[in-house]
Every structure is written in structure tokens, then in C-alpha cells.
């Protein structure tokens, strides 16, 4: 188990190496993602050596306050009161974590020789000190060997006063007394047997009997599946969604790039110029120009259609970056039906990292190949009976291994095509125990919206 759990975003590894090498020369061990071996399941692993580690070291970047799986490790960490966060840039820590004294190393240039790095070191050994938490996990296991004696029945004082008091009388029973219980014993089994004899003559009577109602049968689980295939099957599911996340983290980026074209675009000088597409569609430009085609920073708005599903008051428009004529490169699309697509476009079409939001105002942010989403995270708005998806992705929702996270917290892991779980898969608490698990390829419900709980649309 390592001293120190270091959180932290993909672009800041080489900072973060030398800050694990400052560490390790102050006698300290250290842990990074890096330390993962080939074969072994990305996640597992972290929660492992997340659980294990003295404290959590995160690192907040301008690229890390967006990760978020950078938040998760660290609220982990806070939660446990072992965070230890740095400031790697002059940046505000995310909402959550204001109120946890950050050392700012911005200045850093490696070495010892700075009193935020100092500080870091302090602190990491103030924490060592404290029980790990595998140790408290085990405590707490361990039933106690002092268990208080059960309500109603005496305690060990009062046990033995009493022996005291027996042992004081030791008075051995008269001969009278044993005769008057004789006697006594006599009368009862005589009693017994007439009450017995005119039972036995008595018609039987008729007793109302309270009947449970009849539970209807619950429907058939899924085949069982072998554990070993499961967890296998689940390593996947974490990984699909780890990368995913990366992708989202990095959509976000082309996000924020994306939408400073866009505002180059609404202040490009240029008299406007209408026109009609070669579907007949008709438009107007504003901004850059070449012979007559947009190229360059512009805008662009479409007039509805008769037949368009456009919000009362809304017309598509695209702002940012064109060439020859067709969207290439970072912008913002705006569809007349509430939606959006804010990153980078290739021929038209979302092509490479972006963000989209439809009318519904669920998020998606990866990858998107030619319009389709290829790798990323979905979120849900709030209140919704699903918080996020996570995996690979076609037309249709998830295809490969993926994660599903619930309103109540809840996950399912598994391997998914077009939306649907097509094999073994499981279902487990906010705790990560499972709830139930099996074999799902031909069982019912198979969708994320069925199995967190609604129903899909037809």
C-alpha cells in the first residue's frame, strides 16, 4: 500500500512525475495510474489502491477541475479525511472542496526547497500516522469481547450475588416439602386428564383461519454467470467507461474552443447575404467571405421549413469557423428544436470531439464520427432516473462494454449493442455489492432506461 494517492488530469503527467519523484526522495511512496500493470482492470486496481493509501494528493489544474473522475478520487479522499490538494496553476478549486486548505504550488519548479512543497510533505506524514483504512475496515468486523449482557437479563454482578446469597443459606429441603409438591402434581394430572377427556368428546369446531394473500410469482431471473466471467466482463465495463470520460474531459476542452469561434464569429465583420441551399432551404451569412462563399469566422441562420419540429421562435444557426463554403473546424451548431453541438466539424458534420445537448437536455460529450457518437459520456438531467452513461456508443445508445449509473446511485455493468445489455452483466448498490447479476442477452428488461427503472420510448 502507498503513502500517497496522487488524482490528477492526463495533461499534467510530466508535472505530476516530477512532484512523485520530489515525494519519493522524502522517503514517502507514491502511487499513479502509471503503476498499472498490462492485464490488470483499471478500475479495480485504483479503488484498490485508492482505499489503500494514506491519503489522497490531488492536483488541481485547469484541466483537472473538469475531470471528472478527478472529482470522484478526491471527495473519496475527503470523505475519508485524508485529502491533501494542491494547486498546480493559479486555479480556483471546484465547489465541494473550497473549504479544504489547499497548498499552492505554481511556483514549483521540483526540489524541496518551497514552503507549499513543505507543506505537502507535513501533511502527508501527519496522515501516515493515523489508522489506515484496511485496518479500520477490519475493526470494525471484529465483534467486541466485552458484549454488555442481553436486556432483562442479569449482569455478571448480580449473578454472582446471588451464588453469595445461595451459598449463605445452604439449607437442604425438608421431607414435608417434598410430600406437599408430590401431592400437587397429583391433583394436576387428574385435572389434566378429565379437560382432555371432554375435548376428545367435543364436536370440532369451525375457526375463521387468516389466510396470506398469494404473492404472484416473480418473474425468472437471468441465467446465472460465473463470477470469474462477470468481474471479467465488469474490469471491461469500468475501463470502456474510464476511457469514455477521457474522451468526455476532452470534449469539453474542443467545447471551450469551440465556443471562442463562435464569438469571432458573431464579431467578423460583413454585410449580411441571403441564399438558398440546394435543397432550397433558405439562408443568411454574416462574416468572413471568399468569392462569395462563407470561409473564414461567420454566421450562419437557416429558416424553417414547412414540416421542421423547430420550437416557436428558434431558427438553426451555426457560428464559428468555414471553409469553402462548408463548416470545418471548431464551432457551434443550434438546431431549431432546442438542441446544440458545440466542437469540432469536419465537411459539415460533427467530426472529432464535441459536446451535444438535445431537446430533452441530455448531454453527450466524446467522440463523434461523421455526426454519430463513438466514445463518451451521456448525462441525464436532474431528477431523471439515470445520471450518466459511459462506454462506447452507435446510433442506438451503448455498444461494448459500458457502465450505467442511476438516479438512486445504483450501476449496472456490462456488455451492451445498440442500447441493449446482450450478455452477462450486474447490477450493484452505491456500495458496490452486488444486487443482482446473470446472463442478460435474452432477458427482459435489457435497456438503460428499463433497468434503472422507466420505461423506454416505443
Not at 12 to 31: H, I, M, N, P, Y
Not at 169 to 196: K, N
Not at 326 to 336: A, E, F, I, L, S
Amino acid at each position: 500500500m502507498a503513502d500517497v494517492f496522487i488524482s490528477y488530469a492526463r495533461e499534467d503527467f510530466e508535472w505530476v512525475g516530477k512532484l512523485a519523484t520530489a515525494l519519493s526522495a522524502r522517503g514517502l511512496s507514491v502511487w499513479l495510474d502509471s503503476d498499472i500493470l498490462a492485464g490488470e482492470f483499471f478500475r479495480d486496481v485504483t479503488d484498490r489502491e485508492l482505499d489503500a493509501a494514506a491519503c489522497v494528493l490531488v492536483v488541481w489544474s485547469n484541466y483537472s477541475v473538469q475531470s471528472r473522475w478527478v472529482h470522484d478520487e478526491a471527495a473519496e479522499g475527503m470523505k475519508r479525511q485524508a485529502l491533501v490538494p494542491i494547486t498546480k496553476s493559479p486555479v480556483d478549486a471546484p465547489k465541494g472542496f473550497r473549504g479544504v486548505q489547499t497548498a499552492d504550488l505554481s511556483d514549483w519548479r521540483g526540489g524541496g526547497s518551497h514552503q507549499g512543497f513543505e507543506n505537502v510533505v507535513r501533511s502527508i506524514e501527519s496522515l501516515k500516522t493515523r489508522i489506515r483504512p484496511e485496518t479500520a475496515r477490519n475493526r470494525r468486523r471484529t465483534l467486541p469481547l466485552d458484549v454488555p449482557p442481553r436486556r432483562g437479563a442479569p449482569g455478571p454482578d448480580a449473578v454472582a450475588a446471588d451464588a453469595d446469597d445461595s451459598a449463605d443459606e445452604d439449607v437442604p429441603p425438608t421431607t414435608s416439602s417434598l410430600a406437599a409438591w408430590i401431592v400437587i402434581l397429583v391433583i394436576v394430572g387428574a385435572f389434566g386428564a378429565v379437560v382432555w377427556h371432554f375435548l376428545a368428546l367435543a364436536p370440532p369446531q369451525q375457526h375463521a383461519v387468516a389466510v396470506p394473500p398469494v404473492r404472484p410469482a416473480a418473474a425468472a431471473p437471468p441465467p446465472s454467470i460465473d463470477p470469474d466471467i462477470l468481474a471479467g466482463i465488469a474490469g471491461l465495463a469500468d475501463d470502456g467507461a474510464k476511457l469514455a470520460g477521457e474522451q468526455a474531459d476532452a470534449a469539453q476542452q474542443a467545447s471551450l474552443t469551440a465556443a471562442k469561434a463562435a464569438s469571432r464569429a458573431r464579431a467578423a465583420a460583413g454585410a449580411a447575404r441571403r441564399g438558398r441551399d440546394a435543397d432550397g432551404q433558405v439562408w443568411t451569412y454574416t462574416g468572413q467571405a471568399q468569392n462569395g462563399v462563407p470561409d473564414g469566422y461567420g454566421v450562419k441562420t437557416w429558416d424553417p421549413r414547412p414540416g421542421d419540429k423547430c420550437q416557436a421562435g428558434l431558427k438553426a444557426h451555426y457560428e464559428g469557423l468555414w471553409n469553402g463554403g462548408t463548416k470545418q473546424g471548431p464551432g457551434v451548431m443550434y438546431r431549431c428544436d432546442g438542441g446544440s453541438y458545440s466542437g469540432q466539424h469536419n465537411g459539415n458534420l460533427p467530426n472529432g470531439l464535441g459536446v451535444s445537448q438535445d431537446r430533452d437536455g441530455k448531454v453527450y460529450s466524446g467522440t463523434f464520427v461523421a455526426r454519430l457518437p463513438g466514445r463518451g459520456v451521456r448525462i441525464w438531467p436532474d431528477g431523471s432516473p439515470i445520471r450518466h452513461e459511459a462506454g462506447q456508443w452507435s446510433t442506438h445508445g451503448l455498444s461494448g462494454p459500458g457502465v450505467v449509473v442511476c438516479g438512486d446511485d445504483t450501476l449496472w455493468k456490462g456488455r451492451w449493442a445498440d442500447g441493449l445489455l446482450t450478455g452477462p452483466a450486474a447490477h450493484y448498490d452505491a456500495k458496490g455489492a452486488v444486487i443482482e447479476r446473470g446472463d442478460y442477452g435474452n432477458a427482459e428488461p435489457q435497456g438503460p432506461a428499463a433497468v434503472c427503472g422507466i420505461q423506454p420510448k416505443p
